[in-house]
């Protein structure tokens, strides 16, 4: 696997190397990878300072220290979502100057108490908009397992910076597909977790009337699990904290979703990949219960006019409140806004409601089955310019990430937690992502079940995590 966030934690607690020299790693790398461009902002001076605290911790207080999972292990935030203290996000955006760092976030408190020593910020597109990560002020994020590729939006930096070994692991957020995409761009692990699992507050400036999660993108399941469990919970948010649920031990009736449809169809080689998950899950004595697209086309289709009118309002309120000079955003989010602008109140609630009814059936869905395994992404990571924000075409754009990934929105509209790991290869030695939902408040068993295709073992990194002894 050439290694993840938990062996570098673990390198470091036994004194293979220091947390310090981890972060040196980390920083040379981001030095050599600079054309990568998965890092939009990196502040040496505050990796270096928070590497040397915590070896001082490790001498002082090592019962302490071993009690954190990733002491002493190098992290990047996110350009959007947090804020983490120091280091000031521009949400992609000209509109901003990278000037001060708002105090941490409750989430990103939650980060540091769990050791994790960060550096900079990753790429993200202006305000969250785009599936690719290439923000008109750069840098354009590139994929490190064929640079002429997207890694993925909005979350590409970071998915780039963890498949590149940069880092082990990196802050992501999602509302709409955004951890799962990069993630499965890059070959690695993303899930959304359940709405409100994860802590949102004080300000709740990346809600997004509830569509919006934050958590971070992997190397395994096992990192996913490890920092879900530290991250969640106690999220004083407004919703009720979901009530964790055991993992299953036994036989689960796992929904089997091998089409997308006509319209959004979805490569022959990718949905190969999600019925071979299928039956290595049927081996183990799941009952594999067969979905066609028609009990989700309704679902899909709503879960993305939610996305567009949801994200248009807020970006419209954005401007307003912050007295944004729009005219300096690219034309793509300028036409968003007007878009917000634009939208009756009326319509906007028809929208809502018609969310509510996305979540009430796949509640329905899950009276049959336990969980659903489907594809996420439609073709191969696009090309370099697939997303263009040059224009003012907002359904031409939104048509494009739908048609690229159709499923990734149903999980945001709905809150029910889902899960993407890489289960294979193309013939271009690309990943071949599957996607697994659960009902609410079950990640475990979504961990469980990714755990067991990891363990067959049908994808590799290519790169190695840097500074990890051999």
């Known amino acids: ?41 990196l502040d040496a001076a505050m990796g270096l300072a928070s590497a040397d605290a915590c070896d001082r911790e490790r001498r002082s207080e090592p019962e302490r220290f071993a009690a ?75 994929n490190p397992l064929d640079p002429a590729r997207t890694a993925g939006g909005s979350s590409g930096g970071a998915a780039a910076a963890v498949a590149a070994g940069i880092v082990a692991i990196a802050h992501a957020t999602d509302a709409g597909g955004s951890i799962r995409v990069p993630a499965a761009c890059c070959g690695l692990v993303g899930m959304k977790p359940t709405r409100g699992a994860i802590p949102g507050g004080p300000s709740f400036g990346n809600h997004l009337a509830g569509i919006a999660s934050e958590l971070a993108v992997c190397r395994s399941v096992r990192d996913t ?65 067969p979905l066609n697209w028609a009990e989700f086309e309704w679902s899909v289709t709503s879960s993305g006019r939610a996305f567009a009118d949801i994200v248009s309002v807020n970006l419209a ?70 997303f263009p924000s040059d224009h003012a075409d907002t359904d031409l754009h939104l048509e494009r990430m739908t048609a690229f990934a159709p499923l990734a929105c149903l999980a945001n509209i709905s809150g029910f937690p889902a899960l993407t790991l890489p289960f294979g290869q193309d013939e271009h030695a690309m990943p071949l992502p599957v996607q697994i939902m659960a009902p609410m408040g079950h990640e475990p068993r979504l961990l469980s079940l990714a755990a067991r295709l990891e363990a067959e073992g049908r994808w590799q990194h290519r790169f190695p995590v840097v500074g990890l002894p051999s």
Request: aromatic fraction near 6%.
């Open 68 to 142: 954190m999972p990733f002491a002493g292990v190098p992290t990047l935030a996110k350009d959007l979502g947090g804020p983490f203290a120091g280091l000031p996000v521009t949400a992609g955006s000209g509109l901003f100057e990278r000037r001060g760092g708002e105090a941490d976030s409750d989430l990103a408190a939650r980060f540091r108490d769990a050791g994790f020593c960060l550096f900079g910020l990753t790429t993200s597109p202006e305000f969250g908009l785009s599936l690719a990560s290439e923000p008109a002020i750069g840098p354009i994020c590139r």
């Open 317 to 386: 309120a954005l401007m307003k409140a912050a007295a944004l000079d729009e005219s300096r955003a690219e034309p793509l989010t300028q036409a968003f806004a007007a878009r917000g602008r634009a939208l009756p109140a009326t319509s906007l609630w028809n929208t809502l409601n018609e969310a509510v009814l996305v979540s009430g059936k796949l509640w329905a869905l899950f009276d049959r089955v336990d969980c659903i395994l489907m594809p996420l992404l439609s073709s191969a990571p696009l090309v370099i310019g697939s």
């Open 225 to 289: 699990a490890l920092i879900f469990d530290r991250l969640s919970g106690k999220s004083r948010g407004p919703f009720p904290d979901p009530s964790p649920v055991d993992s299953d031990n036994g036989r689960l009736r796992i929904g089997l979703l091998a089409d997308t449809g006509s319209a959004y169809p979805t490569e022959g080689i990718r949905l190969a990949a999600v019925e071979a998950a299928a039956r290595v899950l049927e081996s183990d004595g799941h009952e594999i219960v």
């Open 1 to 41: 696997m050439q290694g993840d966030a938990t062996d570098l934690a673990a390198a470091i607690r036994r004194g293979s190397l220091s947390a310090a020299e981890a972060m040196q790693a980390s920083l040379e790398a981001a030095a050599r990878q600079e054309p990568l461009g998965a890092i939009a902002y």
